[in-house]
C-alpha cells in the first residue's frame, strides 16, 4: 500500500464544492471515480482544503492509497484521460504512511478577482465577481495591510465553522489593479469558513465608502460577526497554492498541524 500525493486544478462552477455529498455532483466524486477506473480499486482521496459550491482551486493537494503499480509521477496522464475537462491533475508524488493532505498544511493561498466595470465580462463571469460601481483602492489596501500579523479572526467565520481555535496568522493580504480588474491575495498558516470571502466582502464594502477602513481592526475588538461586510460571491475565490513543511514528507506518522 502506497500513499500518494496529487495536486489538482478545477473550475468549480459545475460542482458542489470539494467534499463529496448526496445532493449534488463533487470534485471529490469525479476524482474517486477516475481513479477507481485507473486503479481497479475503492478509492478515497483526502483533500487539503473542502472549497465550497463555485469556488475555484489552482493548487488543491489530495492525498490517497492504493496498491496500484502506476508509478506516481505518471498520475496526471492517466487521470487526465478520464477526468472531465474542467479538473485536471498536475503532478503526482509518492509520501510517507503519515502523510495527511489536511492535517499536515503549514499555510495556503487564495486569491479573490473582481471585475469593477460599469458592464459585466462575459469571459470572466465564472471566476470573477463584478462590482459595477468604482471601488476606491487605496482605502481597500490600507484595510487590508490590518490583516497582517496573528490575531483572533472569530468575526471572520462563517456560521457552521468547527475551527477549535479562531486565531491564525496572515502573512500576506495584497491588493492589485490592472485594467478592471482588481485581485486579492491572502496568505497565511490557516484560515477558518469562508473567513476569505468575509475578507473580500468587507473590502468592497470599503472600496465603496460604505464602511471604514479600520473594519478589521474592530472586528478583532468585538469578535462579531456583524462588525464585518457581506461574505462575497464564491466564484470569485481561488485555492491557489497549499504549503506543507519540509518535514512532512520526512515523518513516519501524521502531525495534525493546523484544522480549517
Not at 492535517?103 to 487564495?110: A, V
Not at 478589521?216 to 491557489?240: K, N
Request: overall charge neutral; glycine content about 6%; some cysteine.
Amino acid at each position: 500500500m502506497r500513499r500518494i500525493l496529487l495536486t489538482v486544478e478545477y473550475d468549480g462552477t459545475n460542482y458542489a464544492g470539494w467534499q463529496r455529498q448526496i445532493n449534488g455532483l463533487a470534485v471529490q466524486q469525479v476524482l474517486e471515480e477516475a481513479l477507481q477506473k485507473a486503479t481497479k480499486e475503492r478509492i478515497v482521496v483526502t483533500g487539503a482544503s473542502r472549497t465550497d459550491a463555485g469556488v475555484h482551486a489552482l493548487g488543491q493537494a489530495v492525498h490517497f492509497d492504493t496498491n496500484s503499480a502506476i508509478p506516481p509521477e505518471k498520475y496526471p496522464f492517466v487521470l487526465n484521460t478520464m477526468l472531465p475537462r474542467d479538473v485536471r491533475v498536475h503532478t503526482g508524488r509518492e509520501v510517507a504512511e503519515g502523510f495527511h493532505a489536511r492535517f499536515m498544511t503549514c499555510g495556503k493561498r487564495y486569491t479573490y478577482r473582481i471585475v469593477n466595470s460599469r458592464h459585466a465580462s462575459a469571459l470572466r463571469r465564472n471566476t470573477h465577481v463584478h462590482v459595477p460601481l468604482p471601488l476606491d483602492l487605496l482605502p481597500m489596501q490600507e484595510a487590508a495591510a490590518q490583516l497582517l500579523g496573528t490575531h483572533d479572526f472569530a468575526a471572520f467565520q462563517a456560521a457552521g465553522g468547527t475551527a477549535k481555535t479562531t486565531v491564525r496568522t496572515i502573512t500576506k493580504a495584497e491588493l492589485t489593479r490592472a485594467g478592471d480588474e482588481i485581485t486579492l491575495t491572502v496568505e497565511g498558516d490557516a484560515f477558518l469558513y469562508n473567513m476569505v470571502r468575509i475578507i473580500a466582502g468587507t473590502l468592497i464594502e470599503v472600496g465603496l465608502h460604505r464602511r471604514t477602513v479600520n473594519a478589521f481592526t474592530e472586528a478583532y475588538t468585538t469578535l462579531d460577526r456583524l462588525s464585518l461586510g457581506v461574505t462575497a460571491p464564491a466564484h470569485g475565490l481561488e485555492l491557489t497554492e497549499v504549503r506543507y513543511p519540509d518535514e512532512a514528507f520526512q515523518m513516519p506518522q501524521a502531525v495534525k498541524w493546523h484544522e480549517d
